[in-house]
T-cell receptor, first 114, second 112 residues
Framework: ETGVTQSPTHLIKTRGQQVTLRCSSQ?????VSWYQQALGQGPQFIFQ???????GRGNFPPRFSGLQFPNYSSELNVNALELDDSALYLC?????????????FGPGTRLTVL | TQLLEQSPQFLSIQEGENLTVYCNSS?????LQWYRQEPGEGPVLLVT?????EVKKLKRLTFQFGDARKDSSLHITAAQPGDTGLYLC????????????FGSGTQLTVLP
């Protein structure tokens, strides 16, 4: 069974640029959630994708967008990068067929915005 | 707004000591989860507690869910350097998105 993978591992961008982060979900999981984790903080929910549609969104502006593909993999896109976007971006996969929302996280992508 | 408060924020202890970290809220939860996150990694699920008063054990880790399902604790017996990490509690929104809302975490350092 393959776990959640994310790419790239690290990324450095400058203000105003755009970035795309990728996530492959764990085998058998149909739901992908994205989180932003600032240094020393807990992860904050960005949005979730289920059946290729956004299925809930946290308090993040529209310049944060995403996609889910038929194989359940997902992308997170961030436009017009700001310095405060520097963080660890985590992808988590889960199955909506389960009673409890147990999510399995990837290792994250460390984004630095200069 | 449901918030989770974790305490202490930082904890540094010697190998072999016992410790307890807390996760508190004014809201009632249907379930609560505990995760551990090591540097450069994503959080890893340790346990899900569901029933008020429930106690679950995972080797040297003991998790308890408060009777009123508003709080939880994690007790580690005879801590080891391998226990070092960020301990996070989280609740499930149970809404359509079923998002997880995390506390700010307890950073534990176990010194050899």
């Amino acid at each position: 069974e393959t776990g959640v993978t994310q790419s790239p591992t690290h990324l450095i961008k400058t203000r105003g640029q755009q970035v795309t982060l990728r996530c492959s979900s764990q085998s058998g999981h149909n739901t992908v959630s994205w989180y932003q984790q600032a240094l020393g903080q807990g992860p904050q929910f960005i949005f979730q994708y289920y059946r290729e549609e956004e299925n809930g969104r946290g308090n993040f502006p529209p310049r944060f967008s995403g996609l889910q593909f038929p194989n359940y993999s997902s992308e997170l896109n961030v436009n017009a990068l700001e310095l405060d976007d520097s963080a660890l971006y985590l992808c988590a996969s889960s199955s909506r067929d389960r009673s409890y929302n147990e999510q399995f996280f990837g290792p994250g992508t460390r984004l630095t915005v200069l | 707004t449901q918030l989770l408060e974790q305490s202490p924020q930082f904890l540094s202890i010697q190998e072999g000591e016992n410790l307890t970290v807390y996760c508190n809220s004014s809201s009632v939860f249907s379930s609560l989860q505990w995760y551990r996150q090591e540097p450069g990694e994503g959080p890893v699920l340790l346990v899900t507690v569901v029933t008020g008063g429930e106690v679950k054990k995972l080797k040297r880790l003991t998790f308890q869910f408060g009777d009123a399902r508003k709080d939880s604790s994690l007790h580690i017996t005879a801590a080891q350097p391998g226990d070092t990490g960020l301990y996070l509690c989280a609740f499930d929104s149970s809404g359509s998105a079923r998002q997880l809302t995390f506390g700010s975490g307890t950073q534990l350092t176990v010194l050899p």
